[in-house]
């Protein structure tokens, strides 16, 4: 998968991500534990929810099937761009994956407590979206994955993450089962709309049509930026997906 980079929004983010980095150093449980190579595996706390381990490789496919396809939504939440979103989704009948960041989850719980409420699913999308993460220690890996878990779901109110997603694509073997290990299915995708450049309505909406046969995973973003032209490409391809004879699903787990 390509990379995304030179997103000054998400430097920021990692910027306030390494202040988090550094208390969570002194004080996650979830850090100290991790070791999904065959050492101690992290212990639940007392209030949590039993996590089954799921597939380390990394999805695409829909389960509703071949026609199905899967909405992902990533960056957010966002104050401004994600109720727009699921408003939109609302109207539409659709239901998507969020993958959150958990800077952006732990600054706006209520639209967290929102996206679950709709009957959207969460997906981990590290605490500080680093592009670069896959050229980090496995100590990093850790702390950027399970401290946005930690914090998705307290955001949540207790509802788990059921995916995670690499910033830019940058997963590792290491990265990838340890979020299996949390019950968290690595998740990839099949069409960039790369709505995060501003490419234009008419070219997202054009690069969602030519290359749907591709796979089923569609990448948009509800933060990071500007997102009306999400918003507007979102309006013409989710009713022309619709009369293509695709269904709205989920990524397999």
């Known amino acids: 998968m390509a990379k995304h980079k030179g997103r000054g929004w998400h430097s920021r983010l990692l910027a306030a991500g390494l202040g988090v980095t550094a208390l969570a150093a002194a004080t996650s449980v979830w850090t100290a534990q991790a070791d999904p190579t065959g050492g101690r595996k992290p212990e639940a706390r007392p209030q949590e929810q039993a996590v089954t381990k799921v597939a380390a490789d990394i999805a695409h496919a829909s389960d509703r099937g071949p026609r199905g396809v899967n909405i992902t939504i990533d960056d957010g939440p966002d104050p401004v761009w994600t109720p727009q979103v699921l408003e939109l989704l609302e109207d539409s009948g659709v239901k ?6 958990g800077t952006q989850a732990k600054a706006y719980p209520e639209l967290v407590k929102k996206v679950v409420a709709d009957g959207h699913r969460l997906c981990d999308h590290t605490v500080s979206h680093d592009t670069a993460m896959d050229t980090k220690s496995e100590a990093y890996q850790s702390q950027q994955i399970l401290d946005a878990e930690r ?14 997603r690499a910033p830019g694509g ?7 089962q340890l979020a299996a290990s949390r019950g968290m299915r690595p998740l990839g995708w099949n069409v960039d709309t790369k709505d995060f450049e501003h490419p234009g309505v008419d070219n997202m909406v054009a690069t969602v049509k030519s290359e749907i046969s591709s796979g089923p995973t569609i990448l948009f973003h509800d933060a990071g930026g500007e997102r009306s032209e999400t918003l507007a ?3 013409e391809v989710l009713p022309w997906l619709k009369e293509q004879g695709y269904s709205f699903g989920f990524p397999v787990r």
Not at 96 to 101: E, I, K
Not at 151 to 164: H, K, L
């Open 96 to 101: 998507a994956t969020f993958c959150m960041v």
């Open 233 to 235: 490409a979102l309006r």
């Open 170 to 176: 940058a997963f590792t073997p290491y990265s990838r």
């Open 151 to 164: 914090m998705i779901t307290e955001a949540s109110g207790g509802v788990r993450p059921q995916y995670y």
